[in-house]
């Protein structure tokens, strides 16, 4: 099971979609950010770059996204699912 969570982007920042998420099979969380035209910004989270706090993803993608105040709670629950 894998969950993913697509945030708002903030303006001026380049990202055209940023996605965050929990891979239950990769034990890890994940982060997606793409800019103009789907190009790769941020790819993290798998077998070789596991994150096993949200807050990482979470503090990463604060810098392209707006972040529901819940987000690390539902991160944590996704974990434990």
Known sequence: ??????????K?????????????????F????HGPNHATVVNRGDLYDRITDPRTVVNTARQWALIPPDLVEALVADQHT
């Not at 099971?1 to 903030?10: E, F, G, K």
């Open 1 to 10: 099971m894998h969950t993913r969570y697509s945030l708002p982007v903030r």
């Open 12 to 28: 001026h920042t380049g990202a055209s979609t940023v996605t965050v998420g929990w891979h239950r099979l990769l034990s890890t």
């Open 30 to 33: 994940v982060i997606h950010v």
